[in-house]
């Protein structure tokens, strides 16, 4: 069974600019919910998307968006850059039936995005 | 001051050594506490997962939850040079609520 595949691995952009970065679950896995990982803050949640809805969202800026397709494929978009923004951009899959922490997360590799 | 405290280390230690993390949190609510390993270049991956208080025992790995001090641990037996990692524990009060993750330990063990 694939995992969760995230592209692109690596990404450089420069301020202002904007970013979109894809996440395919594993297969069966209706839940997709996205993290920033920082030295400084760690992992820290963007929002989950289920059956294409959000359904729950972190402490961001209204700068981070997502959305998610019917066949349970999710991007994220960025928009106006900050240097702040450089992170490693994980994204984690579960079937989604139960709501909260009960159901275990698989995340992918991450996309490290370096903002110049 | 964050949900959730952890020293980040870095923790270097000789191979067969126990090694011990911790995470402090500050929200009473929380009752589902995890263990996640994260190598390298890698996305995190669940190690052990703990309910409520008391402990939990998996191999060479042993969670433990104190509610009353607000205080979890992770204890490694026998630790090998593989177990070089970033381990980040995460907690949750349950439902729809978020996971919530410390800063995460990066953990070396020196053949």
């Known amino acids: 069974k694939a995992g969760v595949t995230q592209t692109p691995r690596y990404l450089i952009k420069t301020r202002g600019q904007q970013v979109t970065l894809s996440c395919s679950p594993i297969?069966?896995?209706?839940?997709v919910s996205w993290y920033q990982q920082t030295p400084g803050q760690g992992l820290q949640f963007l929002f989950e998307?289920?059956?294409?809805?959000?359904?729950n969202k972190g402490n961001f800026p209204g700068r981070f968006s997502g959305r998610q397709f019917s066949n349970s494929r999710s991007e994220m978009n960025v928009s106006t850059l900050e240097l702040g923004d450089s992170a490693l951009y994980l994204c984690a899959s579960r079937r989604g039936d139960t709501p909260g922490p009960l159901e275990k997360l698989f995340f992918g590799s991450g996309t490290q995005l370096s903002v110049l | 001051q964050k949900e959730v405290e952890q020293d980040p280390g870095p923790l270097s230690v000789p191979e067969g050594a126990i090694v011990s993390l911790n995470c402090t949190y500050s929200?009473?609510?929380?009752?589902?506490f995890m263990w996640y390993r994260q190598y390298s270049r890698k996305g995190p991956e669940l190690l052990m997962y703990?309910?409520?208080?008391g402990n939990k025992e998996d191999g060479r790995f042993t969670a433990q939850v104190d509610k009353s001090s607000k205080y979890i641990s992770l204890f490694i037996r026998d630790s090998q040079p593989s177990d070089s990692a970033t381990y980040l524990c995460?907690?949750?009060?349950?439902?729809?609520?978020?996971?919530?993750f410390g800063q995460g330990t990066r953990l070396t063990i020196n053949p």
């Open positions: 998307y289920f059956s294409e809805t959000q359904r």
């Open positions: 297969s069966g896995h209706r839940s």
């Open positions: 929200n009473s609510a929380f009752q589902y």
């Open positions: 995460a907690m949750s009060a349950g439902g729809a609520q978020k996971l919530v």
């Open positions: 703990t309910y409520s208080s």
